[in-house]
């Protein structure tokens, strides 16, 4: 289940990563058209820190309730 929700992860990251490594790389073709890739690429990279913080926390809060689950065998 640990490798399956981390795949999940990895795989939504490097989405996010490509969708972002497109939308900064496109050039600025006019003002108003790279005001909004600006934007966009800047929505993209909150949503992967946001991401980023939930993986840390769920994979947390994996290993605490293993541990309490071994503690809780081998007592």
């Known amino acids: 289940m640990i490798m399956k929700r981390g795949n999940l992860f990895l795989?939504?990251?490097?989405?996010q990563l490509v969708a972002y490594t497109a939308i900064v790389s496109t050039g600025?073709?006019?003002?108003q058209q790279a005001d909004s890739n600006v934007l966009t690429a800047?929505?993209?990279a909150a949503f992967g820190i946001a991401l980023a913080t939930i993986w840390l926390y769920v994979g947390h809060r994996q290993i605490r309730y293993t541990n309490a689950l071994v503690a809780?065998?081998?007592t």
């Not at 795989?11 to 989405?15: E, G, H, R």
């Not at 600025?28 to 003002?31: D, L, N, W």
């Open 28 to 31: 600025h073709e006019a003002e």
């Open 11 to 15: 795989v939504a990251q490097s989405l």
């Open 42 to 44: 800047r929505v993209i």
């Open 72 to 74: 809780t065998v081998l």
